[in-house]
């Protein structure tokens, strides 16, 4: 196969500047059973993400007395891809959950849950390209969700050289065939980027090369972290507008109400007796 | 049980002459273990290699067979890296299908020698969407005293460049040298407070496996690199570890090239 044009008049394929990111949609809280969701969509990726725990671990000689164990399965559905992915694990994505499992593992506050698990899965269900850090951002998202104590935010983006170009999150061709794919993730705190969780690299760059990689995914995360903070914003203020509508709120409304009417009334009556008790 | 309380007091014995700026074993901070390369130690092999990195000892022998190329690759050879962490190589290794540690491991090294194009792989084709070459890597580690990762692509590498393949046996034409034309070094730090040490050994790894791999090649670009360890790196560590490891290889790369190609194969080098 013939190696096309990646980058023609300053222009990627899809249009985009080097700088510039896929669409990305987050929803928070998508999935009913896990304790804590996320589906996530960048470019074509389409990824979903469910936490369960803290929680008992089974079997039980895997628990720390001391905290939590935190497992991460990555797992790409056989038809998220052109052509048919054989089921199961393969020695990809076995190395993807182990690297995703060390970028989290020190974000979360495992001495918090002692002698418990915290499972995070994440299904690819359509992939192109970037799926590793995408699917890092939902599974962030989703242990927020859950309500896992966390030190920050981890939050990730692939940079690679095409055609000479460094550019922030390739797709899928730029992917196959460029030069160097470099995924980081960043553990980000208060808005502000900390250290880095996660970081491979494969394909050829010079140092110099290595540091504007660098410098870019760090402009392109901090466009997704904002994407991340709103979908969960998203997630409460929905909460707090089911509660709004829901029956148990009709029935504290109903009797904050009957409590007001009758209040007007008797509220000026007792008023009046207490003054005169004062007087 | 016994086994984490001598681990606890490795782990302050490590740390405290750390912060008194010495390591253990009495090396520089960026100072790899003597490093011993023996090649063609498996007749049977078309490639192999032993590489001793102190007391860290990995064999990786080098097969090859004639298979189809991968149909979007079909005027090039195919590398395949497997490794085993056979279990009389540490008390920790068990025996079974390979875990995460040994498929990382593996890739890891395949990435330096896939990313690095040490291996003309249309020099390895026979018959274009066909037929092409299958080089097999496969890492055997021996004795894991640390940083395998290291050990184990120092010795691909010199395994592939001692590797004739073996045109004759499948009758394809005459044998010749694998067609290697570069040299990725691995360069391994363990991250430890603000201190990096280059090629950990095993007692030092007690303070936590907090490791950064990156490999370059011999024009000193990055091919690959590899976090490992549940940790946060910091960002001005990163760049104090991508020039550290570039100039490391480099002294690295003339070790091991001078042992294979001189000293007969290396074996009564230093002896």
Redesign the interface.
Known sequence: MEKPKLIVDGRRLDGRGFEELRPIKIEAGVLKRADGSCYLEMGKNKIIAAVYGPREVHPRHLQDPSKAVIRYRYNMAPFSVEERKKPGPDRRSVEISKVSREALEPVIMKELFPRSGIDVFVEVLQADAGTRTACLNAASVALIDAGVAMRGMVTAVAVAKVDGEIVLDPMKEEDNYGEADVPIAFLIRNGKIESIALLQMDGRLTLEEMRRAMELAKKGVMQIYKLQREAIMRKYMREGEDYEGSEEAMEVERERECEEAKGEGEKERENRKEEGRNE | MSDDILMDIKKDYVLSRIRAGERIDGRRFDEFREVKVQTGIIEKAEGSALVRLGNTQVVVGVKMQIGEPFP?TPEKGIIITNAELVPLASPTFEPGP?D?NS??L??VVD?GI???EAIDLEKLCIEEGEKVWIVFIDIHALDDDGNLMDASAIAAISALKSAIVPAERFEVGEDFPLPVQDFPISVTSLVVDDKVLVDPCRDEMSVGSNL?TITS?EM????????????????EK??EL??LS?AKAGEIREIVKSQIQGGQDGEDEES
Request: no cysteine; hydrophobic share 35%; charged share 35%.
């Open positions: 979007d390979p995460e498929i990382e593996a890739r990435r896939r990313e690095s950064m090649d000193g670009r990055i091919v690959a690199m590899q976090k490992s360890g549940s940790y946060l790196l910091p960002e990163f760049y991508l020039e570039v």
